[in-house]
């Protein structure tokens, strides 16, 4: 029943945009170009378009990608997660301390997921059972986390010297391919084929379009608000372990702001700040335009407090974009 009444709006939104091009559905696709010229133009002498430039650009998105594409499917649903900064932190701390007790990799990455897992059930419990709004319990679990975090390593780093988990998560290549780039395309296939081609990605669309409508049509809307709110920390959680692959060690200050660029991420690739549609494809192009203009601004000279202004800039924008949208 739901899956027919999906597919019959479907169909209809695809009639009436054959009729009615609105530039502003691809506004982020029209953006993100414009940027690549724009720096190439005025960057080109400083090797902003050398291979290795944009490779380095695809790299260091990657992390957030990865918590873009999970926070569409929060966003999507009618929620929001603001612990996956935090819960990034975390995970990659508990994964580094498992290795230096002497778990190993599988370890490793079986302690990093868990803490992952266990920080969103936490958070879907309380938003889905006791009906905290999501803005509330993941903005108190950012700070329990953070906290936890500095608590358990005193802010210390924890080196990781496990050459298989750096190799696999950040630092190796497979063949001629970082590793990095093959984990943002393995998870943008997954989600996109998840939201499109998938109950669950139809339940998470109907649930944030219309909640009771899509409980009438028999979906169970706090499992699915639930399920996704897991999604996100566990995303944050192989993000974390990405971070701690790169850099051979985890730091309580890995994912600090990533919050913000993920929903910006989000929102400029065209998903509505109230739910109801989401676009994975067009969160990673969101996410890459936003690592763009940072490689480009730092290329140009600016410092953090100015590539903080343009970057403020951006979510106000995202935020605008979303709530024309609606």
Do not use: C
């Amino acid at each position: 029943m739901l899956s027919r009444v999906i597919n019959e709006r479907n169909i209809m939104n695809t009639k009436l945009s054959r009729k009615t091009f609105d530039w502003r559905n691809y506004i982020v696709y029209i953006a993100f170009v414009i940027i690549l010229i724009f720096f190439g133009v005025t960057l080109g002498n400083q090797g902003f378009l050398l291979p290795s430039n944009l490779l380095n650009i695809v790299r260091e998105t990657t992390m957030i990608s990865i918590m873009a594409v999970a926070m569409t499917f929060v966003i999507a649903s009618g929620e929001i997660d603001l612990s996956i900064g935090s819960t990034t932190a975390f995970a990659a701390l508990i994964s580094a301390l498992a290795i230096q007790a002497g778990f190993g990799f599988l370890g490793g990455v079986v302690a990093g997921l868990l803490s992952g897992l266990l920080v969103g059930a936490v958070n879907g419990y309380l938003t889905t059972k006791i009906a905290i709004p999501s803005f509330l319990v993941t903005l108190g679990m950012m700070q329990l986390v953070r906290g936890v975090d500095m608590w358990i390593t005193h802010t210390n780093p924890v080196p990781i010297l496990n050459m298989t988990f750096n190799n696999v998560f950040g630092s190796g290549n497979v063949g001629p391919i970082p590793s990095l780039l093959i984990w943002s395309l393995v998870v943008l296939i997954i989600g996109h084929f998840t939201l499109k081609k998938t109950p669950f990605g139809r339940q998470i669309l109907a649930t944030g379009g219309n909640r009771l409508s899509a409980e009438y049509s028999g979906v169970n809307t706090q499992r699915i608000k639930f399920t996704a709110l897991l999604l996100t920390s566990v995303a944050a959680a192989i993000a974390g372990m990405l971070y701690s692959g790169m850099m051979q060690s985890a730091r309580y200050s890995f994912g600090d702001g990533d919050e913000l660029s993920a929903i910006a991420a989000v929102i400029l690739g065209g998903t509505s700040l109230f739910g109801g549609n989401g676009s994975i494809i067009g969160t990673v192009i969101g996410s890459l335009m936003i690592g763009t203009i940072n490689n480009g601004l730092i290329i140009m000279g600016l410092d953090v407090s100015q590539q903080m202004v343009v970057s403020g800039a951006i979510i106000i924008l995202a935020v605008a974009f979303g709530k024309k949208s609606r």
